[in-house]
Structure formats: structure tokens, C-alpha cells
């Protein structure tokens, strides 16, 4: 008679849990209330068959009728015990599976730490070392492991955590990626980019204090001329390595379509005369991963004069008076001529940066070229080409003597020069308005991070300064008085 119930007693597993914790503190709840209704009412049964009598001589005669004398109250004992074991095991399931949520709140919490960390890492360009991808590897190891014990003391499946053991195999594949993309440049870049990093991290939080000046939009020439540049952000290592530290780069500017944005970088070999290959980049993230869009190849480009305008390389032939554009959709030079009594052979070159001697420049009103002439006895020559001819449509002289200014470049038709103040700050100081053919003296302090600018160029797409700074590649912001 009261198998049945015993029977009902063993059968509830509680070592495993069921997914969902609240489904299953309701079954448990359940089965418990179920034990101890049983328990009273078996109580009840045994001592409440009671009949009394009344017998022939008065007396009261009562029989007590007692069931089945096979059922334990041992058994009843038995089962209470087990009740409460059960309860007991309940319990401490229950609080474990709180504890789980807990933990499963804290393992998500910590991988959106993780992934926004990995997110800034794939955003910034330098702010990133191997110690870091060391840091994060064992965090993420760590979290690994959390989350294989928590799934083998989770009987069955559970959503929540293989959805979390999912994120972290993805989050170690997004590590090791980012990792391996920089292995070429880290060593080189922890040697020499503390320094530039405590730089660009001071120069941020100065970027909060000082006020905005109005800008312009870019390729317009509303403005009245240069008003500041910004403190340098070191964008990256040259695609060479550490050892080519003379070369250029900047943006490409299509006036058709400002907005496109190409890149190139084009380091000379070491010997800082001439190049033979050059990248270019679809896009700036392109540029942070090394992905070149294409490397091509010339034979050869002399000094760190080299524009990309309009989707044309425009180069210095080596050992040539040449200057030649070149199609880099096509991969072909499409026109090569010389350029009218131009001094080469690094006569003439700026301060500090050898074989200079023709530097182009791109602004808002097309391509120019600037160098000098034996007739100019070295001071500055300003021509403005035809980029389709190449061919020169006007030239003005300066009285500034070339070789003693380290770099120039073009805005609006204003040529400024830069000169050297110390190791770590440059000064444009000198300008050459051909809209005027006035010239006149500025007072610009550019900051760098290494000595020597190799090259400078200006972009009017995103109105900035592309610095190739011994073999980093910086830009500056630009602003412009109104
Ligand atoms: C009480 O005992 C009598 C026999 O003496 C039995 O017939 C009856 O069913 C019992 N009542 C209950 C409620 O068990
Ligand atoms: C996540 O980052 C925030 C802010 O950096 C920090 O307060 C919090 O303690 C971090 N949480 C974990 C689980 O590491
Ligand atoms: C893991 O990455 C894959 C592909 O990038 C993506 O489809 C999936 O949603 C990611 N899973 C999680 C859990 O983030
Ligand atoms: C910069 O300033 C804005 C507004 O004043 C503020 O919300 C933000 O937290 C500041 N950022 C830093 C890095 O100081
Ligand atoms: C020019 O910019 C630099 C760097 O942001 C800043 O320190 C300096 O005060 C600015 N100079 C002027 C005159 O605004
Ligand atoms: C440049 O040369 C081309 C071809 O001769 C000519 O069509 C164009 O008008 C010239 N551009 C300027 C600005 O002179």
C-alpha cells in the first residue's frame, strides 16, 4: 500500500539540473510538499482507526486496528529523511545555480571588457605592444577555462554558456589575427614608440582643452591662409621597417571626388636616393593593416618629392632632370619630360633631406613643383604645371635660398617653408603667395618626434600634413585663420 509512494521517493535525480533553474525549483517545491502530505497522512492512518464500543457489562472496549505491521515506521523515518535531504540537495543546487548566474553575469561583462579593449586595438595604430596581446591571451584563457568548468558542472546543454564559449573562441581568433598582422613592426615600434605614445596621449588630452577653431571645407580656399597646425599623430612605421628612414607618403586628392581616399607610401632605399616600389592604400584602415590595394613599381624615383594626385604618381626621374606621371590604375608611366632648366644631382636640396631637388606639391588649385635653377643661384623656383602636359604654365621666383629651408609645401597657391629649431621642433617661417608674388615671414611651430621631416605634403582632401618623419609617418592637423 505504501510502496508506490517509497517508490515515487527514489525516483527524482537530483544530481542533474534542469536548464532552467526556476522551472525546476517549482518541480522540486513540488515533489517536497508532495513528501511531507504523505508523511502526515500516513501518520494520520496509523493511529486514526480507533472504534469504540460499549460491551455487554458497561465497560468500554476499544480496538485500536493496526494495518499492515510490515509498514515501517522506520520506513516513514526513512522517508522523511530523504525528504530532507532532498530539500538539502535542493538547496545547495539552487544557490549553486544562482552562483552560476552570477559568475555567467561576470564572464559577460569581462568579455565586453575584452572585446572593446580588442576593438580600441584594432582602431588605434600604435597604442598596442606585445605584452598587451600577452595580457589579453591570458585573460582570455582564463575566461576559457571559467567557462569549460562551469559547462561540465552544468549537466546538459545550456544556451547562455555555449553562447559565451563561442565569444571566447572568436574573441582568441580576433587576438591571434591582430597579433600576427603586426608581428613585421612591434619590436620596432616598442623600441622607439614609447616616447611617441606618452607625446600623442598628451597631445589628445590637449585636444579637449583648446577650443576649435572654425574649419573650412576641404579643397576651398575661403580662408586667409595658415593658422596653426596641430600637435603630430604618428600614424604608423613605413611598410619597409624602421631602417628606411627617408621617403614620402601622403593622401591622394581627386578634385572630382574629395572624399576618396588613396594613400601612398613610397620609401626610398637606404641609401635615401632613390625608390623603386611604392604602396598604395584604399583606405586609412588599409593603411593601419599593412593591406596594400597595390605595390608597383618603378625604375627609378628619385628623392622624397613624389605626389599621388588625381590617381597619378607624379615622380623625379632618377639620375634625370625628367619628371614623370605615372598611371597607377594602368601600372604604366604615361609621360616623362624634362622639366625646364631644373638643377639636380642633389645640388640645391633642402637642409637636412638629400636629393630633394625636384619636390612636388599638390594644393586646391592643382599640382605645382618646386625647386631650383642655376639662374635662381639655388633660391626657390615655384612652377605651376599642367598635369596633363606636364608642361610648365607659370613660375615665380622667391629670394629664399632653398637649401637652407628643410621642406615646403603648397595651400591655395601660397608656398610655406619650413626650417629646423631643434631636434624636436620645426618652424614653417616663410611664405610665397603666388596669387600675389608677395612673400613674407610666418611663425608655425610644427612639434615632431623624430629630427629630421623627409618629407612634406599637404592635402587639400582632408586639409592635413603628411609628414614621412625618419621612417614614421605622421600627419598634422591644419587650421586656417578666417
Ligand atoms: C478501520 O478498520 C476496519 C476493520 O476493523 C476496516 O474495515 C476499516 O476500513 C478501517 N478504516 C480505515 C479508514 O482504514
Ligand atoms: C569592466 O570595465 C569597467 C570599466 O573599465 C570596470 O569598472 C569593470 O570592473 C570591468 N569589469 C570586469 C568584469 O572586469
Ligand atoms: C563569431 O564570429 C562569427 C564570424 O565572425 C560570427 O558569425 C558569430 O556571430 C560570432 N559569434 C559570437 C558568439 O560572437
Ligand atoms: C572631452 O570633453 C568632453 C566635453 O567637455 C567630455 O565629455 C569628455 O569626457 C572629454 N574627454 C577627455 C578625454 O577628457
Ligand atoms: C597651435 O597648436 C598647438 C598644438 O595644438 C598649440 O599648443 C598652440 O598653442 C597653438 N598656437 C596657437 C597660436 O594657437
Ligand atoms: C593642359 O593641357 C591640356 C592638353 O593640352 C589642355 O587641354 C588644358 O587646357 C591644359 N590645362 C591648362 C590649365 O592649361
Known amino acids: 500500500m505504501y510502496h508506490p509512494y517509497h517508490a515515487h521517493v527514489e525516483e527524482p535525480e537530483v544530481q542533474k539540473l534542469p536548464n532552467d533553474p526556476i522551472l525546476m525549483t517549482s518541480e522540486l517545491r513540488n515533489l517536497f510538499f508532495i513528501l511531507v502530505y504523505i508523511l502526515i497522512d500516513v501518520s494520520l492512518k496509523l493511529f486514526a482507526n480507533v472504534t469504540g464500543t460499549l460491551d455487554d457489562h458497561g465497560s468500554c472496549q476499544c480496538s485500536v486496528y493496526l494495518p499492515d505491521t510490515s509498514f515501517p515506521v522506520q520506513k516513514a523515518e526513512q522517508l522523511q529523511v530523504i525528504a530532507t535531504t532532498l530539500i538539502q540537495k535542493f538547496e545547495t543546487e539552487l544557490s549553486q545555480v544562482r552562483e552560476y548566474s552570477k559568475r555567467i553575469e561576470l564572464y559577460q561583462q569581462q568579455i565586453l571588457n575584452i572585446t572593446i579593449r580588442v576593438e580600441h586595438m584594432e582602431q588605434s595604430s600604435i597604442s598596442y605592444t606585445e605584452l598587451d596581446f600577452q595580457l589579453l591571451k591570458v585573460e582570455i584563457s582564463d575566461l576559457e577555462r571559467l567557462v569549460t568548468q562551469l559547462k561540465s558542472s552544468v549537466v546538459g546543454s545550456n544556451v547562455i554558456i555555449d553562447q559565451i564559449y563561442l565569444e571566447i573562441m572568436n574573441l582568441t581568433i580576433l587576438v591571434n589575427e591582430l597579433e600576427s598582422m603586426d608581428k613585421n613592426n612591434i619590436l620596432a615600434i616598442r623600441r622607439q614608440i614609447v616616447s611617441l605614445q606618452n607625446q600623442l596621449r598628451e597631445c589628445e588630452n ?47 586628392y581627386s578634385p572630382s571626388e574629395p572624399e576618396k581616399e ?221
Open 206 to 252: 590637449s585636444k579637449n582643452i583648446t577650443v576649435v577653431p572654425p574649419s573650412f571645407p576641404p579643397g576651398s580656399c575661403i580662408h586667409r591662409g595658415l593658422l596653426n597646425v596641430s600637435q603630430p599623430y604618428v600614424v604608423k612605421l613605413n611598410w619597409k621597417g624602421f631602417s628606411y628612414k627617408y621617403g614620402s607618403w601622403g593622401r591622394d
Open 262 to 482: 588613396i594613400y601612398w607610401v613610397a620609401p626610398l632605399e637606404t641609401n635615401g636616393r632613390y625608390f623603386e616600389y611604392f604602396r598604395i592604400y584604399g583606405s586609412f584602415d588599409d593603411l593601419l593593416l599593412y593591406k596594400t590595394m597595390y605595390e608597383r613599381r618603378l625604375r627609378y624615383g628619385e628623392g622624397s618629392g613624389a605626389v599621388l594626385y588625381n590617381n597619378y604618381f607624379y615622380y623625379h626621374v632618377y639620375g634625370s632632370s625628367n619628371i614623370a606621371k605615372y598611371d597607377i590604375n594602368a601600372n604604366s608611366v604615361v609621360l616623362s619630360k624634362a622639366l625646364p632648366s631644373a638643377t639636380v644631382g642633389n645640388r640645391f636640396s633642402y637642409a637636412g633631406v638629400s636629393w630633394q631637388d625636384i619636390d612636388f606639391a599638390v594644393d586646391e588649385n592643382g599640382l605645382w613643383v618646386i625647386y631650383s635653377t642655376e639662374n635662381s643661384m639655388g633660391n626657390i623656383v615655384i612652377s605651376k604645371l599642367n598635369e596633363t602636359t606636364l608642361d610648365v604654365l607659370n613660375t615665380w621666383q622667391t629670394r629664399q635660398y632653398r637649401p637652407s629651408v628643410s621642406n615646403a609645401f603648397m595651400v591655395c597657391g601660397i608656398l610655406y617653408a619650413t626650417r629646423i629649431l631643434s631636434t624636436r621642433k620645426e618652424e614653417i617661417f616663410y611664405m610665397y603667395d603666388t596669387n600675389t608674388g608677395e612673400e613674407g615671414s610666418v611663425s608655425v611651430i610644427m612639434d615632431k618626434n623624430l629630427e629630421t621631416i623627409q618629407s612634406l605634403a599637404y592635402s587639400p582632401a582632408d586639409q592635413r600634413l603628411y609628414v614621412y618623419n625618419d621612417g614614421y609617418l605622421v600627419r598634422y592637423d591644419v587650421t586656417f585663420q578666417h
